[in-house]
């Protein structure tokens, strides 16, 4: 089937000829030892690009994004069961965040007819690598109180400021740049989302080195940039509209319940579940009764998040649940990695912190990264003050700056 055909298969067909097409196209792997993708490598943005030409000139491409903009407009059930069928099999994970399941996720929501056709239709492609650029130096976990600045000159849009914390943006094409434009009004109210190109001269852009190693994010010093209406994304002074649903999608693709993911599995081996039979054993504590408690306690957290995405996806999608509770998805994701992580600690002790990735006593590493779970996506405590508000109802937290012109408040800048 053409990414212009009328869908007529049964998703059991679909997964049938996915299952040929993979066979007979895409790098068959060992999906307990995938090969490593380092998101701070150029080659591995490279190599996802060319995979995701693959699934596209195949037809497997945004199975669950619109026709009109590239994709094939089917049912989650139908990318269900291509993720299924693709397990054993190379596949250009890193595309899925925040290029797909965030970025193009919120151009489909709130995106002009145009910026669909051209951006979601050249992701899908593997053109364009699309990256989020909202956290600021100065912001903390406040993203409405972004200090950036675009002012109108003429017909162009001019944008001075600094993003930090943005994840694989040196990778990127465009990056959605939340931007003040309005600074005589209440914060949320003066914001405005534009796609900027990461190439343009006015920005410099730095690798920012972790604790880990990694080189992945990165910080970025807007000098001047202009761009076009044609840039906005949403409306003028409504940008926060925009950055609520790429909240949403956010919470949603970190805790691993979007429709738009392609592909399932680890990326190169970064997320493979911990094997706590096999760690037991290589440390000489499988009859440690202590120790397999704990296990069975992680393992059942695993499988409860197993449950939870499916039941909370389906409701969001179906209107059961309001949109806002995908962030519960997204907070016992975070629970369960920390869980999994401090048990692997646990059980390897001074082994964990000697270990290299791939002999699975690599645990040290993996707690290096662990808090960041409790990060992306907004933190864990923002994650339960929405659920307290917008799910379950509780009154507001209290603000002082709330009503207040953002020109009147105290911010980064001060």
Same mark, same amino acid.
């Given at each position: 089937m053409t990414h212009d055909q009328t869908p007529t298969e049964s998703v059991a067909e679909f997964a049938a000829r996915a299952r040929v097409w993979l066979a007979d196209n895409m790098p068959p792997i060992d999906?307990?030892?995938?090969?490593?993708?380092?998101?701070?490598?150029?080659?591995?943005?490279?190599?996802a690009r060319e995979l995701q030409k693959r699934l596209y000139e195949g037809g497997f491409a945004g199975i669950c994004f619109p026709r009109e903009y590239g994709g094939l407009g089917l049912d989650y059930t139908y990318q269900k069961a291509f993720d299924d069928e693709s397990l054993c099999y190379e596949l250009p994970l890193i595309l899925n965040i925040p290029t797909f399941t965030i970025c193009c996720a919120t151009l489909l929501d709130t995106g002009t007819e145009e910026q669909k056709k051209q951006h979601i239709a050249a992701a899908l492609r593997g053109d364009e690598v699309l990256v989020q650029l909202l956290s600021e130096p100065s912001g903390g976990s406040d993203l409405a109180g972004v200090i950036t600045r675009a002012e109108r000159r003429g017909d162009r849009w001019v944008i001075n400021g600094a993003k930090t914390w943005s994840t694989s943006a040196f990778a990127a094409d465009y990056g959605l740049c939340l931007a003040r434009t309005n600074w005589d009004v209440p914060k949320h109210e003066g914001l405005t989302m534009f796609l900027v190109?990461?190439?343009?001269?006015?920005?410099?852009?730095?690798?920012?080195?972790?604790? *880990? =190693? &990694?080189?992945?994010?990165?910080?970025?010093?807007? +000098?001047? $940039?202009?761009?076009?209406?044609?840039?906005?994304?949403?409306?003028?002074?409504?940008?926060?509209?925009?950055?609520?649903?790429?909240?949403?999608?956010?919470?949603?693709?970190?805790?691993?319940?979007?429709?738009?993911?392609?592909? *399932? =599995? &680890?990326?190169?081996?970064?997320?493979?579940?911990? +094997?706590? $039979?096999?760690?037991?054993?290589?440390?000489?504590?499988?009859?440690?009764e202590r120790l397999r408690e704990m296990a069975g306690r992680a393992l059942v957290h695993r499988a409860v998040a197993e449950q939870l995405i499916e039941h909370v996806s389906r409701n969001v999608r179906d209107g059961v649940l309001p949109p806002a509770a995908g962030t519960l998805i997204r907070l016992f994701h975070a629970e369960t990695v920390q869980v999994d992580v401090d048990t692997a600690v646990a059980v390897a002790g001074a082994a964990g912190v000697v270990g290299e990735a791939g002999d699975g006593l690599e645990a040290g590493l993996r707690y290096l990264v662990r808090q960041s779970v409790a990060i992306g996506g907004g933190t864990t405590e923002m994650a339960r003050n929405v659920i307290g508000e917008r799910v379950l109802g509780f009154p507001r937290e209290y603000a002082a700056d709330r009503g207040v012109p953002f020109n009147q408040v105290r911010h980064g800048k001060d």
């Open positions: 999906p307990d030892s995938p090969p490593a993708a380092p998101r701070d490598d150029g080659d591995a943005w490279k190599r190109p990461i190439d343009h001269p006015g920005i410099t852009l730095r690798h920012i080195t972790m604790l *880990s =190693g &990694s080189t992945e994010f990165c910080e970025e010093f807007f +000098d001047g $940039v202009d761009v076009g209406d044609d840039a906005v994304v949403g409306e003028v002074n409504g940008g926060w509209a925009v950055a609520s649903r790429q909240l949403y999608h956010e919470r949603r693709a970190v805790g691993q319940g979007s429709e738009f993911a392609s592909g *399932s =599995g &680890s990326e190169g081996g970064n997320a493979n579940p911990i +094997d706590y $039979v096999a760690l037991l054993a290589k440390t000489g504590q499988a009859d440690n």
